[in-house]
């Protein structure tokens, strides 16, 4: 998961000075014909996308055309915040992975419409801005999962996973009446607010189909789309089924927490799936889809976000091996079993289960009616037209745990929105 | 004789000249040409990146800033008001009365002055990780009261927890520079003086209020300013320790300029608030310096 908090300054600096190492040692080397035959991308390192593991996806490309691939991590805390701070120095990447252009990056990235091979790519189509692609990726990664700890549901007396809210509500109240410590395991940080979003986009696109095009168009606001998601998880905040303490944890240690038993329901994202594989619970873990109000409309639509998203920079010093190596990564077999392994997705068509986790999940990625984009997608026809979404929403939606009523947090988002769209 | 002293007026000109430009040439291009490009973002909207110029929009940032339509910069000059100012009181407090105790050299006061300015040695990050680990709501300070069957204290979720314990780290951060400033002030303070106010039967307190006080001024005066400034400008311990929450409560100034717009592509506005940060800096600045006149002066008397 790339969401996280910038921390630019520093990183600025940092940034210059790796970045013009680089370009100086990329810059001398051979190439082909027309171009530098070197690619630098940019891409996200974590405990499962480590540096030997991106090296030895790359390798078998570099070994079959030459071209040579330099792996670049983040200078900064992600790639989110380093990317616009080498673009201001002059010093971009040629392939960029994990980030969506944003109305800033995007006059930046290299129009990938005309490539074939790019319009077959999975969510293409709902990442594209009037049938421009810009972004490309090997999958989707669905959001909206509620993990479970399947001894606790038994002990409280839970038989089914719920499919509506009233049912998650009288589950969670079962998990409390039983003892479970943290009925329902929220994060610090970004896990904040993207937790609470993942939970209501089935319900939320329900409501309001493409509810980013009606908060945009001025027909709804963004207040209004979230308040009463807000409301749920003010009542749970008051009925003790989550505490400050939750959303001042960060989600490593409340992922520790699931797997050691404490916390009956954990809202994450299909990449949990590999941490759970690394470090599997003793109990037996479930997922189910994110509620919805009426059990007719279960499995509501599944916010999904592109996996392992690439794009290439206009004007790198090799468009078309960066290009050759982006339609590697996003088309070629191998490579995206080598990704499935790396970090956990779904594909249409294509079983890229690694373990039972993701296979639990892969059953609900099929059985959802439909997908739906997050709100804090930067690109396409359903971005909202601002920047900064997430880490204004998690840093609102916190003050639900300080006892702030729902209808201010709500208020103050459509205000944010307001000032934001027009400033 | 008009030539020759016309000639060495030119060579001593020459001489200073030689001494003064490349000094005079690095601070330009370090420090006034980056202010001033600061100065002019701050006037336009720019979004950082090269490719796309910077639009001309006049004081609107600056606007933005003072009408803050969605409370944004308030809490952050609020926070940051206090880590300044209680901070700033907080560390000279802690720095004098260290070096009070140990301003005699001896083995163990070396190897105390060496651990108590090892926390300035750190990172700022890697201190606000570090107590964030310490002081987290499953830190070792909570694991230990919930192991002694205690209830857990909200160091890091509530906000006015939150406040406070940031300001406490920051501050133990931060002494150890305020503590070798202090203990070079003692050194200073005439020794004779001292012992003749003892002959005349003044006890320690009274040789401290009426000697050693007067005569560390100077050394005051630089220690709160230079504590206040750095205060002013907190990021990093913010960020490894809370990153700002929970909500906005410990978002401060510094971390609204880098964390917020900077990371949103706000450059313009978000050198608008970082000019209005430095106007503030100096401001406080030449305050305490103005204030501080008359007590500098007692002690040139003293000395």
């Known amino acids: 998961m790339s969401t996280r ?11 210059l000075a790796t970045a013009l190492v680089a370009t100086a040692c990329g810059g001398s080397d051979g190439g082909d014909e027309g171009g530098s035959g070197t690619v630098r991308m940019l891409v996200n390192i974590t405990d499962n996308l480590t540096q030997a593991k991106w090296d030895e996806l790359v390798a078998p490309f570099e070994e079959e055309t030459g071209i040579d691939v330099q792996i670049e991590g983040p200078t900064g805390q992600s790639v989110a915040e380093t990317f616009p701070s080498q673009l201001a120095a002059g010093t971009a990447p040629d392939v960029i992975e994990s980030i969506f252009p944003s109305p800033d990056t995007a006059p930046e990235i290299l129009d990938l419409t005309e490539f074939e091979w790019a319009q077959d790519t999975p969510m293409s189509d709902l990442y594209a801005t009037d049938g421009q692609v810009n972004v490309v990726g090997v999958g989707m990664q669905a959001q909206s999962l509620l993990f479970y700890n399947k001894d606790l549901f038994s002990q409280a007396g839970i038989s089914e996973p719920p499919q509506t809210w009233a049912e998650l509500d009288d589950a969670l109240a079962a998990l409390q009446e039983s003892g479970v410590p943290t009925p329902i395991g929220f994060a610090a940080d970004w896990a904040t607010g993207v937790q609470v979003q993942q939970m209501w986009h089935p319900q939320q696109n329900v409501a309001t189909p493409g509810w980013q095009e009606s908060v945009a168009d001025g027909s709804s606001t963004l207040g209004e789309q979230f308040e009463p998601m807000l409301a749920h998880v003010s009542d749970w905040v008051e009925a003790g089924y989550t505490t400050a303490d939750d959303v001042a944890t960060d989600s490593g240690t409340q992922e520790a927490n699931f797997i050691a038993g404490d916390v009956g329901i954990y809202p994450m994202g299909s990449w949990f799936t590999t941490t759970l594989a690394a470090s599997p619970p003793d109990f037996e873990v479930g997922v189910f889809a994110a509620p919805v109000d009426d059990a007719a409309d279960a499995p509501g639509p599944m916010g999904a976000t592109l996996a392992f998203p690439y794009m290439v920079r206009d004007g790198a010093s090799d468009v078309d091996a960066a290009t050759q190596l982006v339609e590697y990564l996003v088309t070629d077999e191998d490579a995206i079993a080598t990704q499935a392994e790396m970090d956990n997705f779904n594909r249409e068509g294509l079983d890229v289960t690694t373990d039972e986790y993701s296979a639990s999940v892969q059953e609900i990625v099929e059985a959802a009616p439909s997908f739906a984009v997050p709100g804090n997608q930067t690109v396409g026809d359903y971005a909202l037209p ?4 997430n880490p204004k929403f998690t840093e609102l939606v916190q003050g639900l745990w300080q006892g702030r009523p729902a209808a201010d947090v709500a208020a103050d988002l459509t205000a944010w929105y307001d000032a934001e769209a027009t400033g | 004789m008009a030539a020759r002293s016309t000639w060495t007026r030119g060579r001593d000109t020459l001489g200073a000249l030689t001494l003064t430009v490349p000094a005079a040439a690095v601070y330009v291009v370090l420090m006034v040409v980056p202010v001033g490009f600061a100065i002019y973002y701050s006037f336009t909207s720019y979004n950082g990146i090269p490719s796309q110029a910077p639009e001309w929009i006049g004081w609107d940032n600056y606007l933005r800033i003072i009408t803050d339509p969605i409370d944004e910069m308030r809490p952050a000059v609020w926070v940051t008001a206090a880590v300044a100012l209680i901070g700033a009181f907080l560390v000279n407090a802690a720095a004098l009365g260290l070096a009070l105790l140990l301003q005699r050299t001896n083995r163990f006061n070396t190897f105390a002055r060496a651990v108590m300015f090892y926390p300035h040695v750190l990172s700022a990050l890697i201190v606000g990780f570090l107590w964030q680990a310490i002081l987290g709501p499953q830190g070792a300070v909570n694991n230990i009261l919930a192991g002694a069957g205690q209830s857990t204290l ?4 509530d906000p006015t927890w939150a406040l406070a314990t940031m300001i406490g780290v920051i501050v133990w951060g931060q002494f150890g520079v305020q503590l070798v400033l202090y203990l070079a002030g003692l ?10 106010a003892r002959i005349d039967g003044a006890n320690r307190v009274q040789v401290f209020r009426h000697v050693t006080w007067p005569a560390l001024a100077p050394t005051v005066t630089v220690t709160i300013v230079t504590s206040i400034l750095s205060l002013l400008k907190v990021y990093d311990v913010v960020l490894g320790l809370t990153n ?4 906005d409560a410990t978002q401060t100034w510094a971390y609204e300029i880098l964390a917020v717009s900077f990371a949103n592509n706000k450059v313009g ?13 100096g401001l406080l600045s030449f305050t305490i310096i103005a204030l501080r006149r008359r007590a500098e002066t007692g002690a040139e008397a003293v000395s």
């Open chain 2, 154 to 157: 909200p160091f890091l979720s």
């Open chain 2, 244 to 247: 700002g929450g929970p909500g």
């Open chain 2, 187 to 196: 050194q200073a303070v005439s020794a004779e003086l001292q012992e003749a």
């Open chain 1, 5 to 15: 908090r910038s921390r630019a300054l520093p990183a600025t600096a940092i940034t």
């Open chain 2, 269 to 281: 506005l978000a050198c608008a608030q970082a000019v209005l940060l430095i106007l503030v800096a």
């Open chain 1, 386 to 389: 601002v920047a900064g979404f």
